[in-house]
């Protein structure tokens, strides 16, 4: 069974104290890896795609990175609005259904 | 930037009521999907439907759960007749063609069942 581990599962970190949340999977035959951000009563929002070992993808303050067996997704010099549960899905499923199976997430608290 | 739209908001509902939670996914988007969180656990996928039928459905989408897509552009899911575990956010997503697309997911639903 396709399965999904995020650790810690709560971070807090200082303003401006860089840190990295880990993403391990298990999935027969990756077909990509996704982060999503996710605030307090709101749907996921799209962050990376991440495709193939060694890939590397950056958006302001965050940059993933992937390994055959687990992603990581750096935050430098965070801010206060950084602050969210950050979650990380892989696709599965027969055909072309491509159903993410999430981990549970890592709740970052940036404080100023 | 297009976005997927769920509504309502919040539903609350007795239990053994009937409920319909609607979604208008992304315009150009043709793979569909629902998933639900409930409160403090993982995103959990329900179903998936492409052309106009059910591609793939987990252990949680028994027969008191149905989908449809009525129009070109609402994407709804019925609950027969509810229970309280069904209590969750109810999240509604959708994506283009071509592998290793994003889901792109709407605000959900927050469904209350008394």
């Known amino acids: 069974e396709d399965q999904v581990t995020q650790s810690p599962e709560a971070l807090r970190l200082q303003e401006g104290e860089s840190s990295s949340l880990n993403c391990s999977y298990t999935?027969?035959?990756?077909?990509?890896l996704f982060w999503y951000r996710q605030d307090p009563g709101k749907g996921p929002e799209f962050l990376f795609t991440l495709y193939s070992a060694g890939e590397e993808k950056e958006k302001e303050r965050l940059k993933a990175t992937l390994t055959k067996k687990e992603s990581f997704l750096h935050i430098t010099a965070p801010k206060p609005e950084d602050s969210a549960t950050y979650l990380c899905?892989?696709?599965?499923?027969?055909?072309?259904?491509?159903?993410?199976?999430f981990g549970k997430g890592t709740k970052l608290t940036v404080n100023p | 930037e297009p976005e997927v739209t769920q509504t309502p908001s919040h539903q609350v509902t007795q239990m053994g009521q009937e409920v319909i939670l609607r979604c208008v996914p992304i315009?150009?988007?043709?793979?569909f999907y629902w998933y639900r969180q409930i409160l403090g656990q993982k995103v959990e996928f329900l179903v998936s439907f492409y052309n106009n039928e059910i591609s793939e459905k987990s252990e949680i989408f028994d027969d008191q759960f149905s989908v449809e897509r009525p129009d070109g552009s609402n994407f709804t899911l019925k609950i027969r007749s509810t229970k309280l575990e069904d209590s969750a956010m109810y999240f509604c997503?959708?994506?283009?063609?071509?592998?290793?697309?994003?889901?792109?997911f709407g605000d959900g639903t927050r469904l209350s069942i008394l």
């Open positions: 999935v027969s035959g990756l077909r990509g």
């Open positions: 315009s150009n988007h043709l793979y």
């Open positions: 997503a959708s994506r283009t063609t071509g592998g290793r697309q994003p889901q792109h």
């Open positions: 899905a892989v696709p599965t499923g027969r055909g072309g259904s491509e159903k993410l199976v």
